[in-house]
């Protein structure tokens, strides 16, 4: 029997994976230090690449017995300006330029700017940000084909650099001809998350969904501030959402992301679905074995606000040290969760819940595992919606989701305090206690002589049902 692999902390860790975590023993390491799912991420590597990423940690999967996520992160449009004669120009705070459709390079009076869309969508008084804000400019004036700025913040700019509209929805599909593409790559490997850049609007959702067709799950990357003034509807129609604080953070400005975080994860919350917080977590520890203090408590901020996971960007997919910062993220996440206020913190909000016995049965069994201390809430589930109601609620015992579904399983490994295991279905209330009970006590959720919330949906296997409860005691056989 292989040895088992439990967390024992309930929010999750996303590494992605690049040059300097490619390798089989390296990917072993992150797996083995902490990373619950692996982020593979579009807009660098070839299909090639992501594909060796896909086969190692199926091969880890395999040989562990532990259901590890695979979350696709695709490119999603980049809107950037052409070339410049010169190679580089220096605006000056105060002087006008124009960018425009012609492709000739640029000067210090003008340059191409080949995106169509954004003249379409701006209009005076609109501003434009280069190079991630480091450069400001203003429209004075526009049409189908041009816009005259006045440059509010000068500096440097050159080839190709990148070009933000905060205050304007972009007439463009959050998915490129390379996004299908790669997407149908990625779908055909199996991954088992697809996240969505670019997302303006629930229809950008839609789109997507549309052509997952169910073959994975939907997480939609907020970072562009038009996004939030449909934050409902996204949640609504999205599998998870991440708070992509990146471009968040370009687009807006930054005193304004904290507010804008701890709104999107209590929208998350509220609705049952899983919310990653991601950018800039522990940035230092690209180039240092330890973090700033400051990046500690950003990471300790997101798990008291009650995140489902926290994620490692160039950190762990190109930094000099990957395997120290999935170490340190584990470490913070479990020292938060130690701490009592946190707690009392997860046992104080209590949300809204539907009118249904679904929720009724989850929240009842988060209030009776407290009430009898019961050492883990067992959920049965097929499509996963059982397990995803028992997390909704924050209990402070741990979650054993019992799936017949591999892929189920897989999923679930980015939501707060699941502990999946792939177990065949059930066919009646005996045969599910049993199970229950064997499982918590192989997967050391639970001991002899404890008692265990069962949860479960009558008829079995049925996708969404959950409509029972039973309370069991663990013993040895």
Request: proline content about 5%; aromatic content about 4%.
């Amino acid at each position: 029997m292989k040895p088992v692999i439990r967390r024992r902390r309930s929010a999750k860790v996303l590494a992605t994976l690049g040059p300097a975590s490619s390798s089989e023993e390296m990917i072993a390491a992150l797996f083995a230090a902490g990373v619950d799912v692996f982020r593979l991420n579009f807009s660098h590597g070839t299909q090639e690449d992501h594909r060796r990423n896909v086969d190692t940690i199926r091969r880890i999967e395999k040989r562990t017995g532990h259901p590890i996520g695979i979350l696709m992160d695709l490119q999603g449009p980049k809107l950037r300006l052409g070339t410049f004669a010169a190679g580089r120009v220096a605006l000056v705070t105060g002087a006008t330029f124009r960018l425009d459709l012609d492709r000739a390079p640029g000067d210090a009076k003008r340059a191409p700017l080949p995106h169509p869309e954004i003249f379409a969508a701006i209009e005076p008084g609109t501003e434009l940000l280069i190079d991630d804000g480091k450069v400001r400019l203003r429209v004075e004036a526009s049409g189908a084909d041009f816009a005259d700025l006045t440059v509010l913040v000068g500096g440097a700019v050159s080839d190709r650099k990148g070009v933000n509209v905060p205050n304007a929805v972009l007439p463009i599909s959050a998915l490129t001809a390379k996004d299908r593409s790669d997407l149908a790559f990625g779908l055909d490997l199996g991954v088992d998350w697809v996240a969505m850049s670019f997302v303006q609007r629930p229809e950008d959702v839609a789109e997507g969904r549309k052509l997952i067709a169910g073959r994975a799950a939907l997480l939609s990357k907020l970072e562009k501030p038009a996004a939030i003034d449909h934050l409902d509807e996204i949640v609504e129609l999205s599998d998870a959402v991440m708070v992509a604080r990146g471009d968040l953070g370009v687009e807006m400005p930054p005193e304004d992301v904290p507010i804008l975080q701890k709104r999107i994860i209590h929208t998350c919350r509220r609705a049952g679905k899983p919310v990653v917080v991601a950018t800039q977590m522990l940035e230092s520890m690209i180039k240092a074995p330890t973090p700033t203090r400051a990046e500690a408590s950003d990471v300790a901020t997101a798990i008291y606000e009650g995140a489902d996971a926290v994620m490692l960007s160039a950190e762990s997919a190109a930094g000099d040290f990957p395997l120290e910062a999935v170490q340190m993220m584990d470490r913070i996440i479990s020292r938060v969760q130690r701490d009592p206020l946190y707690q009392a913190q997860m046992a104080s909000e209590h949300l809204d819940h539907e009118d249904t016995a679904s929720d009724a049965i989850s929240a009842a069994a988060r209030q009776v595992a407290e009430t009898i201390k019961a050492a883990a809430i067992v959920t049965y589930t097929s499509s996963g919606s059982t397990t995803l109601r028992a997390a909704r609620e924050r209990p402070d015992v741990p979650i054993l989701s019992l799936t017949p579904r591999i892929e189920t399983a897989r999923r679930l490994a980015l939501v707060w305090g699941v502990h999946a295991v792939v177990a065949s279905d059930v066919g009646n209330f005996a045969d599910m206690v049993q199970k229950a009970c064997r499982l918590a006590l192989a997967h050391e959720v639970a001991e002899d002589g404890d008692r265990v919330v069962i949860t479960a949906g009558v008829p079995f296997g049925t996708p969404g049902a959950t409509n029972i409860l039973r309370i069991a005691w663990v013993k040895k056989s």
